[in-house]
DNA sequence: CTGTATCCAGCCGGATACTG
DNA sequence: CAGTATCCGGCTGGATACAG
């Protein structure tokens, strides 16, 4: 989690101190894939550990770019899905794998809408 | 500087990887707006350390997302400039940034053409 | 399996001083 | 002013264990 900007002003380094940091990012990035169980979060090949995608899924409902809801296949545990804020954050994720599809060798498309 | 991605190959994930961190996207930002010398990025309201600066200039130039070039009015001190690269992540920062104008109260806008 | 809790090494970056 | 160098406190996050 990036250190919050001392009262700037900026919409980017505003946006970025609430979701700009690496991990949250791919994140969102699952999220937008369709995936909301823990698990599947942890099965991504970054590898993110258990303590990190708790902490930046506790962040992202907390700016309320995601919420929980209960699964009903799977009761007592959380399901995660974007909010139609944490939507609005898709062309941003777009923008940057299209710049990195288009720019780094060996890069595969993903981020198929579901 | 974020850690890098162990062999992904998520365009995502290897863009961050690249310029995805708060203060090379401020630096970016700045470079947009147009500044180009060493101490008018430092007078930015975020007030990034010199050799945090320092490393991230170093870093966007190996990425060949910003040249130096010789500032006829500054002997002896390094211009910065985007080059092509760089100026292509453009609409990665207008989507941060058009995302930060409408989803964060009190934030104004910048990264006018220059 | 879904998280929570600790431990702790390593890195990030702020402060500061210094050189050309 | 441009940039480098060093110190070092604090946070990030990997590893691991554990609970429900």
Redesign the pocket.
């Known amino acids: 989690?990036?250190?919050k900007s001392k009262r700037s002003v900026c919409p980017l380094a505003c946006a970025l101190d609430l979701f700009g940091?690496?991990?949250t990012m791919l994140v969102l990035r699952d999220l937008f894939v369709g995936k909301s169980?823990?698990?599947?979060f942890?099965k991504s090949p970054e590898?993110?550990?258990?303590?990190?995608?708790?902490?930046r899924?506790?962040r992202l409902v907390a700016a309320r770019l995601v919420e929980?809801f209960r699964s009903e296949e799977?009761p007592?545990?959380?399901?995660?899905r974007l909010t139609a804020k944490g939507s609005s954050t898709r062309p941003i994720l777009e923008a940057i794998m299209n710049w990195g599809l288009a720019n780094i060798r060996g890069t595969e498309a993903r981020l198929q809408p579901k």
């Open positions: 989690m990036p250190a940091d690496r991990w169980q823990f698990g599947e942890m590898h993110i550990a258990s303590n990190t995608l708790a902490d899924l506790e929980t799977r007592g545990a959380d399901g995660y």
